[in-house]
Structure formats: structure tokens, C-alpha cells
């Protein structure tokens, strides 16, 4: 298992950025991937962005495309989630995810380990 860590929420004007970390911990037997899940109250939770254990696939969202950006370290601990121009429907607790064997990026349903969460507030 992988223990993850979301940090970098906070409140943000519209139009302002911000840049999300999702740090992982423990043991980690093999490669993986993280995709970035948020959930608005009376929401489900939807996809946001993913990135294989690689770096060289990613795939976003069409609501976040052209503004967000999601990317990770060389040493593979830490995945990142840059947010551009941010608009108020972008409020919602953010949760980076990791997965491992058979997965589909954009449900959260096969990712095997969540952080607990980070919420992002945009006000206009």
C-alpha cells in the first residue's frame, strides 16, 4: 500500500492559481500512477487529471484542460497539480489517489489508495 498526502489548498480569487502536492509514504512495492479526484458539496466525485508511473501519459479532464497541469518528480514521491486561472465551479476537497495493476484513470473506483483530501476554495 501507499500512503498519500495532499497539501497546497487554500482560498484563491478567481482567476488566481494554485498548485496542489500529493506526497507519498511507505512501502512501495512497484511502479504506479495518480489521478486527481475532486468532490463539491452535493457532488460526485469526478475525475480531474492522471499521470502514469512514467510521466510520459497524462490525461485531464475536459473542464481543467488548458488549465491544469499535473506532473511528478523524478524521484517518483511526489505528484503535483498546478491550477491555472481558476474559476469558482473549481471549489471542491481535492484527492490525489494511487493505482497499481489493472486500473481505468478516470475511475476512482480502481485506485487502491486516497489521501484524505485538500479543499480548494475559488471566490469571485
Known amino acids: 500500500q501507499v500512503e498519500l498526502e495532499e497539501s497546497g489548498g487554500g482560498l484563491v480569487q478567481a482567476g488566481g492559481s494554485l498548485r496542489l502536492s500529493c506526497v507519498s509514504s511507505?512501502?512501495?512495492?512497484?511502479?504506479?500512477?495518480v489521478g486527481w479526484f475532486r468532490q463539491a458539496p452535493g457532488k460526485e466525485r469526478e475525475f480531474v487529471a492522471h499521470i502514469t508511473w512514467s510521466g510520459t501519459s497524462t490525461r485531464y479532464a475536459d473542464s481543467v484542460k488548458d488549465r491544469f497541469t499535473i506532473s511528478r518528480d523524478s524521484a517518483k514521491t511526489t505528484v503535483y497539480l498546478q491550477m491555472n486561472h481558476l474559476k469558482p465551479e473549481d471549489t471542491a476537497v481535492y484527492y490525489c489517489?494511487?493505482?497499481?495493476?489493472?486500473?481505468?484513470?478516470?475511475?476512482?473506483?480502481?485506485?487502491?489508495?486516497w489521501g484524505q483530501g485538500t479543499q480548494v476554495t475559488v471566490s469571485s
Open positions: 489517489a494511487a493505482a497499481k495493476g489493472y486500473y481505468l484513470a478516470t475511475d476512482a473506483s480502481t485506485y487502491a489508495s
Open positions: 511507505g512501502r512501495i512495492s512497484g511502479s504506479y500512477a
